[in-house]
């Protein structure tokens, strides 16, 4: 199984909802990554894990939280969001994390509307 | 300055040319990741090189770690080799991607 799973693929939301994006992986990687990308852009990090632990915050706004309840998943919760945190939400995950040389496998994302 | 520069931004080709999308990095790194990603989002992890080169079908990746260039060619373009294809840096600090702007390549049958 060399496949990362997003839930769910579309997502519209109000600025007071709170939701979760979920990521799913069975490869037995231990660094997961969720990414951010508008519309034209290239994606943007915003949080790494390694081993369960949060490894990178790339000075998300706290309105984004992140979890990672075990070495398969990865949440990412949404809490009184903004229009222009409309994007596509990317997950990732390696083997490892940590600065070694690896492929990152990435999930089909979560499109994310904000009204 | 970005630390990733990708060029061309836009490429349209014919069925059957053959293609070079280019990439200069600024920064040391510990490899260099070609990825590709198709409309409706999905990224696809296409190469990932630390040196040489590495071929894979018509895909060929080159890397000159002096120059801090790489290149990636495709032989034989077909329409479904449309995509975005982006270059990414690992810095080897915590194994984190710094993307390029991509490269959106159309091929007309």
């Known amino acids: 199984d060399t496949e990362v799973t997003q839930t769910p693929k579309h997502l519209v939301m109000g600025m007071t909802n709170k939701k979760s994006l979920k990521c799913e992986q069975h490869?037995?990687?231990?660094?997961m990554y969720w990414y951010k990308q508008k519309a034209k852009k290239p994606p943007e990090l915003m949080f790494v894990?390694?081993?369960?632990?949060?490894?990178i915050n790339e000075s998300v706004p706290s309105r984004f939280s992140p979890e990672c309840p075990n070495s398969s998943l990865l949440n990412l919760h949404l809490h009184a969001l903004q229009p222009e945190d409309s994007a596509l939400y990317l997950c990732?995950?390696?083997?490892?994390?940590?600065?070694?040389?690896?492929?990152?496998?990435f999930g089909p994302g979560t499109r994310l509307l904000v009204l | 300055k970005n630390e990733v520069e990708q060029s061309p931004q836009n490429l349209t080709a014919q069925e059957g040319e053959f293609i070079t999308i280019n990439c200069s990095y600024s920064?040391?790194?510990?490899?260099l990741h070609w990825l590709q990603q198709h409309p409706g989002g999905g990224i696809v992890s296409l190469f990932m090189?630390?040196?040489g080169k590495k071929k894979h079908g018509r895909l060929i990746a080159t890397i000159n770690i002096q120059e801090k260039h790489s290149s990636l060619h495709i032989t034989a373009s077909h329409p479904r080799d449309s995509a975005v294809y982006i270059c990414?840096?690992?810095?080897?600090?915590?194994?984190?991607?710094?993307f390029g702007k991509g490269t959106k390549l159309s091929v007309k049958p």
């Open positions: 920064v040391g790194i510990s490899a």
């Open positions: 990414a840096v690992s810095l080897g600090s915590q194994g984190n991607l710094i």
């Open positions: 894990y390694s081993y369960e632990k949060l490894s």
């Open positions: 990732a995950s390696s083997l490892q994390g940590g600065g070694i040389q690896e492929t990152q496998y």
């Open positions: 490869m037995g990687h231990r660094a």
């Open positions: 090189l630390s040196s």
